[in-house]
Nanobody
Framework: QVQLVESGGGLVQAGDSLRLSCAAS????????MGWFRQTPGKERDFVAG????????YYADSVKGRFTISRDNAKNTVYLQMSSLKPEDTAVYYC???????????????????WGQGTQVTVSS
């Protein structure tokens, strides 16, 4: 069974940086696209960043482009989200996700992902 465990969330001030990690287990990791999404209460889960299976292609929401960086370490079965210049509007629960199908590109749609982590809270104070 695929398991995704996020870590690294917390309370920070505006302008600070934070790195989220997502450790995967239960199947091979290196050949599956990965994504990060975030959600605030009462709203839909929004795409943040995605990375294809080999890390060559990355995708970002316009709201985080230039501030966030997604990367993966296939040897450690881990995907990262480096967040810089954080803003209060970045406050959310952040989820990592992986597709059920191998290879291919990441997707901006949450419905294309088959497995999700439990989420980690990121709170940015002004």
């Amino acid at each position: 069974q695929v398991q995704l465990v996020e870590s690294g969330g917390g309370l920070v001030q505006a302008g600070d940086s934070l790195r989220l990690s997502c450790a995967a287990s239960g199947r091979s990791f290196y050949n599956y696209p990965m994504g990060w999404f975030r959600q605030t209460p009462g709203k839909e889960r929004d795409f943040v960043a995605g990375i294809n299976w080999n890390g060559v292609w990355t995708y970002y929401a316009d709201s985080v482009k230039g501030r966030f960086t997604i990367s993966r370490d296939n040897a450690k079965n881990t995907v990262y989200l480096q967040m810089s210049s954080l803003k209060p509007e970045d406050t959310a629960v952040y989820y990592c996700a992986t597709k059920a199908k191998s290879y291919g590109s990441a997707s901006r749609s949450e419905y294309d992902y088959g497995y999700w982590g439990q989420g980690t809270q990121v709170t940015v104070s002004s």
